[in-house]
């Protein structure tokens, strides 16, 4: 695992400072603290820092080829590299490393930009070819790396992090209005926008690729998850199909010559991920858990059921539930705003975890891929419905009265009939949107000011779903919504969360349930296998009966939460009306502040429930402070 910079130069008269590449390099320095280096000619400048995995007394980075032609920096792992290492063998290919970067190079040689379909892993790379000039990049198939790019003054710069860009002395900072809107909404920018209107990422499973400096960026997808053709086999062999398919790309990625481990949260996704660690492993797992001082937000005795009955090597730790020391660092870690509270525990957990180990395992991608969000089993209720009632008199019934019904912020979800009945207005796509928007549309149109209106010129962050949506293939309203899933809140939250977190600890984790082919599996299960009469992640928890306890498996759902309620009532009180009321906030002019302040006082007065909007404002301070100072 590492992180990659540089640049192109699309005019070869273009100026670039000589010092900016490294200083680039180095603020990426957590990504690879193991070894780091650059190589410039004439029009590139590629760099790498390096956390050393595969092959550890060699592949450095830069690479270059045998022939001295071809430059590759490379971030992520490729579980298959052996077995394509054979074939290039056998194509007379010869191998000064044992990484698997000098594989990709050689592969790209062989095979030009469509080898990249030939690689099984987690991946961001760019390969220079120095005789033609050509430039190649690529971001593996469900963005588990990351890939930020930039074109200024004649110069196409990347980096695997923002940070590296930001310090590009001309770099435009300018907020894009559109993305600010997609945050307040989703809680996170979607890909390919980043907060900022002059950097963009390179969306999963895409390239990009210049013919020679002075020909025009190519953007191409080599890869997409398709629901087209799912099969119809019984019950039973779908769950042996279950336990072959993990336990297969378990075993494919532990390859390392550095400790690993897993993640241990005591959820049926991890310790999925460890029953099958410790089938495949001749040695002890290790395994990690950390747990809260609040009980209702402790999941470690279900952790230790599984460590016990494996015979893990495990360590868990006990961390406070106000442990909001880390809410100005997330800022610098995320380096546009990021709303999800939960990544202070993945924080800790990643600490723990880098004590013993250097990679780890982790369950992420289980729930998109097998249905395993309560909101999928709320969303077919409703779809039940939008099924038997045409949508004109659906609007006609139920938009009155979403209007007119009490909002019950603080009821249990089946008894906030507003926003079900606003829902049942919708068609599935703007209803699964209204769903699991942080901020609905009343309250995005409330807080932006007069200016970010104008500029949004009636942009709406629905048009993100709407754009997967016309690229889904299937033809069932739960594969429909999981795909949504897959191309924005998985790789724009889940897998933004655990590289940031990760990384932050020179950590490397990977993630099983996304190897690609373990996804084109689950992609053909039929919906009935993947939630079954209320039963998310139906097959998994089937197939794992035999493998974790009873408990484990079927207890209610609890993830790393946060009491944020409680704490912008209590003890961040102060601190929350301090940083939304702020100078920078009020000059930034992107606010309505007004309706922030209404927000601070109902909620802090406790006549409403506001945490989850002040969150995000909270965050979003924290980032606009660091990014304007």
Aim: charged residues 25%; negative net charge; aromatic residues 12%.
């Amino acid at each position: 695992m590492c992180g990659i910079t540089g640049y192109l130069k699309l005019d070869k008269q273009a100026q670039v400072d000589d010092a900016l590449l490294a200083k680039m390099n180095q603020a990426q320095f957590h990504r690879g603290p193991d070894e780091g280096d650059q190589y410039v000619d004439e029009y590139v400048g590629l760099a790498h820092r390096r956390l050393s995995i595969i092959d550890l007394s060699s592949g450095q980075q830069p690479m270059k080829s045998n022939c001295g032609d071809y430059v590759i920096v490379f971030n992520g792992e490729v579980y298959n590299f052996l077995e394509i290492r054979a074939q290039l063998i056998s194509l007379g290919y010869t191998f000064n490393t044992h990484s698997d970067t000098e594989v990709i190079l050689n592969a790209y040689i062989e095979w030009g930009p469509q080898s990249v379909e030939r690689l099984n892993g987690m991946f961001s790379y760019v390969i220079w070819q120095k005789s033609t000039n050509a430039f190649f990049i690529t971001r593996d198939r469900l963005g588990i790396k990351p890939l930020f790019y930039t074109v200024i003054d004649q110069v196409f710069y990347f980096a695997s992090e923002l940070k590296s860009l930001k310090l590009i002395p001309n770099l435009d900072k300018t907020v894009d209005v559109k993305a600010l809107e997609q945050y307040f909404a989703f809680g996170y920018v979607a890909e390919p926008s980043t907060i900022y209107q002059s950097v963009q990422k390179l969306q999963p499973g895409h390239t990009i690729y210049f013919e020679t400096p002075q020909s025009p960026m190519k953007i191409n997808q080599y890869w997409d998850v398709s629901y087209a053709k799912q099969t119809d086999l019984s019950e039973q062999e779908y769950i042996e199909q279950a336990v072959t398919q993990l336990k297969k790309s378990v075993d494919s990625h532990m390859m390392a010559e550095v400790p690993l481990g897993s993640f241990l949260s005591g959820g049926v996704d991890s310790s999925a991920v460890v029953a099958m660690m410790s089938q495949v492993s001749e040695q002890k797992v290790k395994t990690c858990s950390i747990g809260f001082d609040v009980k209702d937000y402790n999941e470690t005795d279900f952790a230790r059921m599984v460590a016990k009955r494996y015979n893990t090597d495990h360590q868990e730790n006990i961390v406070k539930s106000d442990d909001f020391d880390l809410l100005d660092m997330l800022a610098e870690l995320y380096d546009e705003p990021y709303a999800d509270s939960s990544a202070m525990p993945t924080y800790r957990v990643c600490e723990l975890a880098r004590k013993k180990v250097t990679v780890c395992m982790s369950g992420d991608g289980a729930d998109e891929l097998l249905a395993g969000y309560r909101r999928y089993a709320l969303m077919m209720n409703e779809q039940k419905v939008r099924d038997k009632i045409p949508a004109a008199v659906r609007k006609a019934i139920f938009k009155p009265l979403g209007k007119l019904y009490p909002k019950l912020d603080w009821a249990p979800r089946f008894l906030r009939a507003k926003t079900t009945f606003q829902s049942l207005a919708m068609d599935i796509v703007e209803g699964y949107f209204h769903g699991v928007s942080i901020m609905n549309d009343e309250q995005r149109k409330a807080l932006f000011s007069p200016q970010v209106h104008e500029q949004l010129a009636g942009y709406h962050a629905l048009e993100v779903f709407r754009e997967h949506e016309a690229n889904f293939d299937g033809d069932d309203p739960l594969s429909l919504i999981q795909y949504l899933d897959i191309k924005t809140y998985l790789v724009g939250d889940i897998l933004t969360k655990v590289d940031r977190a990760s990384m932050a600890h020179s950590l490397e984790v990977r993630v099983p349930f996304l190897d690609h082919e373990f996804v084109e599996w689950s992609a053909k299960v039929p919906p009935r296998m993947r939630l079954k009469a209320g039963q998310g992640k139906y097959v998994l928890k089937k197939a794992m009966e035999d493998h974790l306890p009873h408990d484990v498996l079927y207890r209610s759902k609890m993830g790393f939460r946060v009491p944020l309620t409680d704490w912008f009532r209590g003890p961040l009180k102060q601190k929350l009306r301090d940083a939304l009321l702020s100078e920078e906030m009020h000059e930034s002019g992107l606010f309505n502040m007004n309706t922030i302040r209404q927000w601070i006082d109902d909620h802090q007065s406790g006549r409403k429930e506001y945490s989850a909007p002040l969150w995000t404002l909270l965050m979003f301070a924290s980032f606009y402070r660091q990014a304007t100072s």
